[in-house]
């Protein structure tokens, strides 16, 4: 099973599950990973057809190092185990479940992902699930969500649907969402989660995405979701840090494996005293740096 550091993932890019062209391009788009979806950008009467589709493409084509990610239909849908019965065995790296609302809609999925890797011979716990917290019972209830399956990958928030449930109108700004948002972040980091931030939909407006992830990194999300190829690289630009934060980050764990090495427990960088945490957000740092192609010292 994967761990979390082996996947880091700033962007995840949304493609409707009935599109082939894009579906075969997954690959050169840029972003760390696809969101091939089978939800909302799918009318009912093609539901059957974009899951054929979907569940050839991870069958047969190479999707290089981009993590595959299926959204599948919800619980409260009569796709929701058709959905599970054929992608499943597809082999996708995770599942994006929407509208999660408690620890029992995690856990059905769980059980039938889990018969269906038995079935197929897949590695258990292989299939990850991403938990879209929509509602305003499933924030009340994220970390119970989070706790409630070691299948779960992440915590991601669907901003539009969470909006229209509070009955609030989303501002570019985005501060009526910033309870919700802290609230899926520390959720998801209490649990050991990735945490996913919502999409940005005015696709014409990049200053407006770029505040957006900025904010998403503020707050501590992992990674964000992206509906068009044109937001990849602002989000990158987002999570990319600055040079004096790598050259901190590298000294940060030069010193940590020097006092490892030397039997110490106690780390002193820059003439302070640092800690286990600090060390790991360091080594995020790096592999951040890493990610967007800059030079990071091998340590």
Excluded: W
Aim: proline share 5%; net charge negative; charged share 25%.
């Amino acid at each position: 099973m994967k761990t979390l550091m082996d996947c880091p993932r700033r962007s995840l890019l949304y493609i409707p599950g009935n599109n082939p062209g894009m579906i075969q391009n997954c690959a050169i788009y840029g972003s760390d990973g696809v969101l091939l979806d089978l939800e909302d950008s799918i009318s009912i009467s093609e539901k059957d057809s974009a899951r054929k589709l979907v569940k050839h493409a991870l069958r047969t084509l190479d999707f290089g190092a981009v993590e595959r990610v299926v959204r599948i239909n919800g619980l409260d849908t009569p796709f929701f185990k058709d959905d599970l019965e054929e992608i499943v065995p597809a082999r996708p790296d995770a599942v994006r479940i929407p509208k999660i609302d408690s620890p029992d809609d995690v856990r059905t999925a769980d059980a039938i992902i889990t018969r269906l890797e038995q079935e197929h011979g897949m590695e258990p716990g292989s299939v990850r699930i991403h938990a879209m917290l929509e509602t305003a019972r499933a924030i009340m209830n994220a970390n119970p969500i989070a706790a409630s399956s070691p299948r779960i990958l992440g915590l991601t928030i669907g901003g539009q649907d969470l909006a229209a449930d509070l009955g609030i109108r989303i501002t570019r700004e985005g501060f009526e969402l910033l309870y919700a948002r802290s609230a899926v972040v520390l959720a998801a980091k209490a649990n050991g989660l990735l945490a996913f931030d919502t999409v940005y939909t005015d696709i014409n407006n990049l200053d407006g995405l770029r505040e957006q992830a900025a904010m998403s990194v503020a707050l501590g999300f992992s990674g964000k979701a992206a509906i068009h190829p044109s937001q990849i690289a602002v989000i990158h630009e987002a999570f990319t840090p600055e040079e004096k934060e790598i050259r901190k980050a590298e000294r940060i764990v030069r010193g940590a494996k020097e006092a490892e090495e030397r039997g110490l427990g106690v780390v002193a960088v820059d003439g302070r005293m640092v800690d286990a945490p600090v060390v790991a957000q360091a080594m995020r740092t790096l592999e951040l740096a890493r990610l967007a192609g800059m030079e990071v010292e091998s340590l």
